[in-house]
């Protein structure tokens, strides 16, 4: 059991963006202010458990991994329904996929 290379490339992705919004945010505020940006702090934490899972020897990586890419697929939709805004589904969207094929990628072709 090596490193799963898919699955740490999806979680760094995911993370990267959110947590460099979560401090753009953090340094200057908009409008609504600093308490905004828990919501990036908690998009990048759903990933961390993936860039964990992919490295470590774990027994459990699948379950990790498929933990995270339902976390992903939720949280961007989520937020994409509350701000009316399609971004946070185009900067997920290549961790999401990532993880997705650290996981197998597609059942049919099997």
């Known amino acids: ?7 740490l490339a999806g979680g760094l992705l995911g993370f990267a963006p959110m ?7 953090l340094v200057e505020p908009p409008d609504i202010g600093r308490p905004f940006a828990t919501v990036p702090l ?10 964990w ?7 459990r990586r ?3 991994l498929r933990g995270s890419l339902v976390a992903s697929l939720v949280l961007p939709f989520t937020a994409s329904f509350l701000f009316r805004s399609v971004i946070p589904l185009l900067v997920m969207a290549p961790a999401t996929v990532l993880l997705w ?3 197998g990628g597609p059942r049919w072709r099997r």
């Open 1 to 7: 059991m090596g490193v799963s290379w898919a699955g």
């Open 101 to 103: 094929l650290a996981l």
């Open 19 to 25: 947590m460099a919004l979560a401090v753009e945010i």
């Open 53 to 59: 899972a992919s490295v470590a020897q774990t027994g």
């Open 42 to 51: 908690l998009m990048a934490a759903i990933y961390l458990p993936a860039v």
């Open 62 to 64: 699948d379950s990790i």
